[in-house]
Nanobody
Framework: QVQLVESGGGLVQAGGSLRLSCAAS????????MAWYRQVPGRERELVAE?????????NYADSVKGRFTISRDNAKNTVYLQMNSLKPEDSALYYC?????????????WGQGTQVTVSS
């Protein structure tokens, strides 16, 4: 069973930085596509950043965070990170870690419990 545990959220002033971490277990991490999503009440969960090894190691970001957020991974620690700089109040959300292995049978799709990020103006 895949398990994801997020950490690193908190309260920060606008312009500040946070680094989120997500520790994965229960599957082969180097074959896993990793992503960060965020959600606020009343809105759809949105993709923030992703790193897809199944697509040749591609990295993609939402337009709203390009140039400010960076996704990275440490395969030795089975951990993915989201470095968030120049934070804005509109970045406030519950951030979720996501792991996918589309070629397993059945396909793997796992979520963490979420970590809260609140940015004050």
């Amino acid at each position: 069973q895949v398990q994801l545990v997020e950490s690193g959220g908190g309260l920060v002033q606008a312009g500040g930085s946070l680094r989120l971490s997500c520790a994965a277990s229960g599957t082969t991490f180097i074959f896993s596509d990793m992503a960060w999503y965020r959600q606020v009440p009343g809105r759809e969960r949105e993709l923030v950043a992703e790193n897809r090894v199944s697509s040749g190691g591609t990295t993609n970001y939402a337009d709203s965070v390009k140039g400010r957020f960076t996704i990275s991974r440490d395969n030795a620690k089975n951990t993915v990170y989201l470095q968030m700089n120049s934070l804005k109040p509109e970045d406030s959300a519950l951030y979720y870690c996501n792991l996918r292995r589309p070629f397993t049978i059945p396909p793997t799709n796992a979520w963490g419990q979420g970590t809260q990020v609140t940015v004050s103006s």
